[in-house]
Every structure is written in structure tokens, then in C-alpha cells.
């Protein structure tokens, strides 16, 4: 009997566990950053739906593209239109990757860890591979992870082919990245 | 004639620096006093993205990023609050995996106080993107809506 309740106990704790094992948040937060000589011009986006697998460092990102907030909404007419990010068309941008030196996060310890995360990036129908840099922090139980890097626009086919926006937003944007699992 | 034309020169030109003025400086659309382009239960929505993606895709957003003002009626899962401050309902049926992300606004946050888990509630806010589920990333994706106000 004794044997029984300690299995059915133990089997209750791996479900549990289990089903900690994997974190999500629907209100992550990305921003892109674009300068040029003309204007600098930025974005925010408060929408963003990652998970993280603790136990295999799995990191899943999906940005609603048409959440991004400009200051100014021509520009923002401009980065939703066909002819640069076509987000009817692409509503969403994903990445799919993992931390590569998972060895150096411990989740049960409150700390900031410097990781390198590689995965492949879709945006504007284009998949690309990448690997960044970025951070995972623990602080009292909570995980929450941060990265900001450059994305060259071209890579994914995204450019205005003439007119005051193509000489306006800058060839390599830096978007920052921030999540509160 | 020469002043007439230097006239009417100088009046297109100030016309075209006033569209050219009132363009750049637009206002963002003001979802919050428009009102809804379609009506549509939370269940119907997510199963119209299931079942054909690019059709609802078609249906529901914009070109320009403005898309549809929805007024959405389901039921409330759950209630919480994002990095902002705003309140966000989910709407999802019981029987349903996925459901409508409702993001409210600083300004209509207080609508909700008073609303519980449970009720059948309507909702209008701009759709941003559709329900999916995603089998290569393992997600189960909410239809999301932002600058929500209570109907």
C-alpha cells in the first residue's frame, strides 16, 4: 500500500513537473530600432508569444507582425504594405532555436546568464539560419530572456525599391527582444 | 501674367506642402470611437483561421496594417494584465483550443473590473492576427486583438 501511494506520488510530481517544464508568455515585447541619416525611426510590439523548455533549452518565438507601434502612422502603413513587409500576406514572424551552451544556466539559481542562441528565423516568407547572442535571467523562480541583434532587411527581401522610404529606414535594423515567461 | 502664374504656382505649391504636411503628422486610426466592421462569436472566429488561413487572412486584415474593427462575443477564460498595465481577456469556449487575446487599453482597463471568469461578454478591438496552431513550433496560437473596449 505504502509502495502504491509513493508511486502514484512520484508519478504526480513528473506530471507536474513535466508540465512546468515548458514556459510561455503571450506578452513578450520587441522592438526595432532603424537609423539613418534622415530619421530614426523605432517600433514596439507587445504582442510577442514565446515558450522556453527548461529541460531541453528549446527557445519559440511568434510575433504578430501587424501589433508593431509607430509613432507615426504613414509609417506604419509603410511597414505593414505589400511592398515592404506584406503583413496581410505574413502575418507573423518565427523563430525556432535552441540555447547552444544550455550547461551554463542553471534555472534553480537566481542569476543573469550570457547564452548564445541559434535557430532559423521566418519573416516576409524568407527563413533564415542565425545564431545571437542574448541573456536569460532567474530571479526569484521567474525566467525571462532578452537579446538584441541585426537583422539585414535584404536577407529576408524586404526593401522599398525607391522613394523617400527607401532612402529613410536604415539597410540593417537592430531589434531588441524582451520576455517574461 | 507673369504674377498670375507666379500666383497660381504659389498656391499649388502651398496645397501640395499641406497634403504633403497632413499626411506625414496623420493620426493613428481611433479604433476606440469607430465602429465594428463585422460581428463575430470568438469560436467562429478561430475556426474560420483554422480552416483556411489565407481566405481569413483575406477576410480579416489589412494592406496597410488597419485591419478589421471586430465586435466579438464569447465567453471569458481568463483574465490578466501585460507588461503595459492592460488588461487582457482571453475569450474561448470550453470546448474550444483556442480562443481570442483581447487587449485593452489604459483608457478602457476599468471596463473589466467588474467582469468574472465565466460570463459571455462583447468585445471591439482591431484584429492583428489570426488563430494557428503551430505543430513545428508546438504552440497553440490565440486569434489576437488589441485597443479592446467593452460593448
Known sequence: ?181 | MLKKVLISVGILGAIGIIIAVSMFYMPHRDVLSASADLEVQSSELVKEFLTNASSANEKYLSDDGDSKILNVSGRIESISEDGLGQKVVLLKNKEDKMGVNCTFTLETNDQINNLKVGQIVNIKGVIRAGAEYDEDLGLAEDAIMEKCSLI
Open chain 1, 1 to 181: 500500500m505504502k509502495k502504491l501511494i509513493i508511486t502514484i506520488g512520484l508519478a504526480v510530481l513528473s506530471i507536474v513537473a513535466f508540465s512546468q517544464d515548458k514556459l510561455i508568455t503571450k506578452s513578450g515585447h520587441a522592438k526595432f530600432f532603424s537609423h539613418t541619416v534622415a530619421e530614426d525611426i523605432q517600433a514596439n510590439n507587445y504582442k510577442v508569444i514565446s515558450s522556453i523548455t527548461l529541460s531541453t533549452g528549446e527557445l519559440i518565438f511568434s510575433i504578430p507582425m501587424q501589433s508593431f507601434e509607430f509613432e507615426k502612422s504613414l509609417m506604419q502603413k509603410h511597414y505593414n504594405s505589400p511592398k515592404f513587409l506584406d503583413t496581410k500576406q505574413f502575418p507573423k514572424a518565427k523563430f525556432k532555436g535552441a540555447i547552444k551552451d544550455m550547461s551554463k544556466v542553471d534555472f534553480t539559481k537566481d542569476g543573469e546568464y550570457s547564452v548564445l542562441v541559434s535557430g532559423s528565423l521566418t519573416m516576409h516568407g524568407e527563413t533564415k539560419e542565425l545564431t545571437e547572442k542574448g541573456t536569460i535571467t532567474i530571479k526569484g523562480g521567474k525566467v525571462s530572456a532578452s537579446s538584441t541583434f541585426n537583422i539585414t532587411l535584404a536577407d529576408y527581401k524586404i526593401a522599398f525599391a525607391k522613394g523617400k522610404p527607401s532612402t529613410n529606414i536604415a539597410k540593417t535594423v537592430e531589434v531588441t527582444i524582451n520576455v517574461n515567461y
